[in-house]
């Protein structure tokens, strides 16, 4: 009988890990995290001071894709999400930038805005947002979708695409209100407000850390990851004469927007993330039956990087306090869902340029293109050869819309204007590649900048002229900086998973991130979303 008892508790023992595996075949919860602005490399160049608990912990016990880009042009914050959410790009899925040109109406279009909507708290002119103009599925759909709803989805930010189109069309989404300091939603997800959004909204976070002072976190002097603090590049707040830490915060609000400066500080993305938190109590995420999904995005780092430019030390600091965060949140998700019970990647929108007159300071290749300039040169030629005209609609996005009743009513062939535009920009420095709105319609692109811009470019929104820019060239002015290109520097992005059933490793084979949303179809068993490109990263999917 002792024998048998033995025998009976070595099984036990040896199939603990069986029942611990079936108990866990799918996670209690997936985190999606979008750093806005962020670049592969802040992984390794403010390392030394990251805790072990944040990033470290994720590129340490997860898996990273080092070498991971965006595969299309442009590289802005609206495409970024929606290409993440839906794994594939604007071609496919119609999210063509921040905002752009309608044809049909002869407007531009934001491209979370939906007027049949209202504000639900938060202001009217912030209220008017759904992702309507999204054209498919996201992760977060599809997950719906497989649980008939029953599996809980909810999009955090402070900027409102940033929560929209993450949420996908069937999620819940909230965003920071930056004339109340409240996050709000809109009467496409409720007709009023959660009770945990009022309470959260109730505290009154915003002001909390606006009457704190942004310093650095640690002695600036040990800062060495970054460049002199006071220097020609970065831009000013309202108010202060230099870009130096400190930053009186109860100060500069009355100057900045009021509560619209938070999001310009790493504060912006604490109380995001203590918004994120409480919703996943609130909506008591991860505690039913079904795998929920948190779509959180980090937009300070944006406004921040924007402002201040990537060799900045608030640019550093910054993401040594958004470290932390990350810390509190895998912290927290530990103590509330255990261990290895939920599953995070991280990942950003787009990358982002050095600012050019640093640059150029430094004897580094690199400008500023004149727009207007360039707009005005190309109107005369026009008008020298076509006669006066309305011949350009729009310019926007890197891209020119032609009038084609215009081209119609003179008899020109569009395919001919069109190439007499594109050999014309070229005379112009910094002006690198022009490509024609007919050739992206006719053409297959298969490699290079060429096929980038193709993958962003819509047949039925896009324009009629696209340019690239030389390397290191900018359409803005002597400070800060912007993102939008093709090149490495606003394409090289963190492609980083961590948690449930994922392997601890790195590669360096090229990735995309629109491999992101088909990993997790792949992992969690459900559809792919339905304009899917993007194929599943197979050290992670087929580990072994």
Partial sequence: MRKIGIV????????????????????????????????????????????????????????MMKNGHYNYIPTYTGPGHASVYTGTTPAT???????????????????????????????????????????????????RIA????????????????ASLPAGHLGDAYWFDSSTGEFMTSSYYYEKLPKWVSDFNAKKGADKYLSETWNTLYPIETYKASMVDDNLFEGLFEGKETPTFPYDLSELRKTNGQFGLLASTPFGNSITLDFALAALEGEKMGMGDETDFLALSFSSTDYVG?????????????????????????????????????????????????????????????????????????????????????????????QLFLNHELIEDKKINQELFENEIAQFLLRFD???????????????????????????????????????????????????????????????????????????????????ITDIAPTLSMMLNIKLPNGTTGQPILEITDKK
């Fill in 306 to 398: 924007h402002r201040f430019g990537p060799q900045s030390k608030e640019i550093e600091d910054t993401y040594l306090r958004l470290d932390q965060d990350i810390e509190k949140l895998l912290d927290y998700l530990d103590d509330t869902y255990g261990k290895d019970q939920y599953v995070v990647f991280l990942s950003a929108d787009h990358a982002v340029a050095e600012v050019a007159t640093h640059m150029i300071s430094e004897n580094v290749p690199g400008g500023n293109l004149r727009t207007s300039a360039v707009g005005a040169e190309l109107l005369t030629f026009i008008a020298s050869k076509y006669g006066e005209g309305e011949w350009i609609k729009n310019s926007s996005n890197g």
């Fill in 430 to 512: 910094g002006i690198k590649e022009v490509y024609t709105g007919t050739a992206m319609r006719t053409r297959e692109f298969t490699e290079g900048r060429a096929m980038r811009l193709q993958m962003g470019y819509n047949h039925k929104a896009s324009g009629d002229i696209l340019m690239i820019l030389e390397p290191g060239w900018l359409t803005g002015g002597a400070t800060g900086t912007s993102h939008g290109t093709g090149f490495t520097y606003d394409t090289n992005v963190p492609i980083l998973f961590y948690g449930w059933n994922v392997p601890a490793g790195e590669s360096s084979r090229y990735a995309t």
């Fill in 93 to 143: 899925h119609g999210i063509i930038g921040n905002d752009w040109y309608v044809k049909s109406t002869d407007k531009m279009i934001y491209c979370a805005e939906d007027t049949t909507v209202t504000n639900v708290g938060g202001t009217a002119e912030n209220g008017f947002i759904s992702p309507r103009n999204l054209l498919t599925t996201t992760i977060t759909d599809e997950l």
């Fill in 8 to 63: 009976f508790l070595l099984f036990i023992l040896a199939a603990g890990p069986l029942f611990a595996q079936s108990q866990a075949e799918k996670p209690k919860l997936v985190v999606g995290i979008i750093v806005d602005q962020m670049r592969q490399e802040y992984l390794y160049r403010f390392a030394d001071r990251y805790s072990e608990g944040g990033f470290k912990r994720m590129m340490k016990d997860g898996f």
């Fill in 147 to 162: 649980t008939q709803k029953r599996s809980k989805v909810v999009g955090v930010a402070i900027k409102d695409r940033g």
